[in-house]
């Protein structure tokens, strides 16, 4: 198992920009495929954005492509997500999870470890 503790969250306004990290411990980062989920109150947890193994390959979700960005060091086991343009219905609670061994995928099924989450408010 990868432990992984996310940070970064926070209030901004409608147009501002947020950069979430999501840092794993324990077993060989590069061996997990990453994804980041966001859940809004009420709301089923969503697939926001996914990378490989090698950072080579990518997924959005419709909704924030050209607005997110995914990406990962492997040298310092960390897994980010840059938020820009956001919006208000952007606001959730984020979750980083980790796929061992898998492609990319944005199948929530695939994915056996999750952080605990971290809150991105955005106010119109």
């Known amino acids: 198992q990868v432990q992984l503790v996310e940070s970064g969250g926070g209030s901004v306004q409608a147009g501002g920009s947020l950069r979430l990290s999501c840092a794993a411990s324990?077993?060989?980062?590069?061996?997990?495929?990453m994804g980041w989920f966001r859940q809004a109150p009420g709301q089923e947890r969503e697939s926001v954005a996914a990378?490989?193994?090698?950072?080579?390959?990518?997924l959005y979700t419709d909704s924030v492509k050209g607005r997110f960005t995914i990406s990962r060091d492997n040298t310092k086991n960390t897994v980010y997500l840059q938020m820009n343009s956001l919006k208000p219905e952007d606001t959730a609670v984020y979750y980083c999870a980790a796929a061992y061994r898998m492609v990319v995928t944005n199948d929530r099924e695939k994915y056996t470890s999750w952080g605990q989450g971290t809150q991105v408010t955005v106010s119109s």
């Open positions: 990378i490989s193994r090698s950072g080579a390959s990518t």
């Open positions: 324990g077993r060989t980062f590069s061996s997990y495929a």
